[in-house]
Nanobody
Framework: VQLQASGGGLVQAGGSLRLSCAASGRTFSRHKMGWFRQAPGKEREFVASITWSNGHTYYADYVKGRFTISRDNAKNTVYLQMDSLKPEDTAVYHC????????????WGQGTLVTVSS
C-alpha cells in the first residue's frame, strides 16, 4: 500500500485547508484510515480516523467540531477538512492505514506540512 498525502500549506488563523490522502495497492483487509500530526519538538498525535466500510468516524477532542474526515471509496481517497485553524494546529500531517485485525496502523504516508500563522 502506498499513501500519498497532499493539500498542506500556509494559512492564517481562522482559515481552512483540506488535506487529501490517496491510497494505492492492496484493497483487501483494509479497515480504517487515520490522520496524525507531529509538531516540531513534539510527539506524534492522533487527529481523526474513518472506516472504509461504513464511514464511522472518530476525532481527537482538540479537533472535534473543527475538523471533518471523509472518504471516497471509489477514489480510494480520504480527506481531512480543517476549519477554524489555530496556530497550535501547525504540524506535519500524516495519513495512515490500518488493516483488519491489527492493533496498530500498518502503512504511513510521507506527510504534508500545515502552517497556521497568527
Amino acid at each position: 500500500v502506498q499513501l500519498q498525502a497532499s493539500g498542506g500549506g500556509l494559512v492564517q488563523a481562522g482559515g481552512s485547508l483540506r488535506l487529501s490522502c490517496a491510497a494505492s495497492g492492496r484493497t483487501f483487509s483494509r479497515h480504517k484510515m487515520g490522520w496524525f500530526r507531529q509538531a516540531p519538538g513534539k510527539e506524534r498525535e492522533f487527529v481523526a480516523s474513518i472506516t472504509w466500510s461504513n464511514g464511522h468516524t472518530y476525532y481527537a477532542d482538540y479537533v472535534k467540531g473543527r475538523f471533518t474526515i471523509s472518504r471516497d471509496n471509489a477514489k480510494n481517497t480520504v480527506y481531512l477538512q480543517m476549519d477554524s485553524l489555530k496556530p497550535e494546529d501547525t504540524a506535519v500531517y500524516h495519513c495512515a492505514e490500518k488493516l483488519f485485525g491489527r492493533s496498530a496502523y500498518d502503512y504511513w504516508g510521507q506527510g504534508t506540512l500545515v502552517t497556521v500563522s497568527s
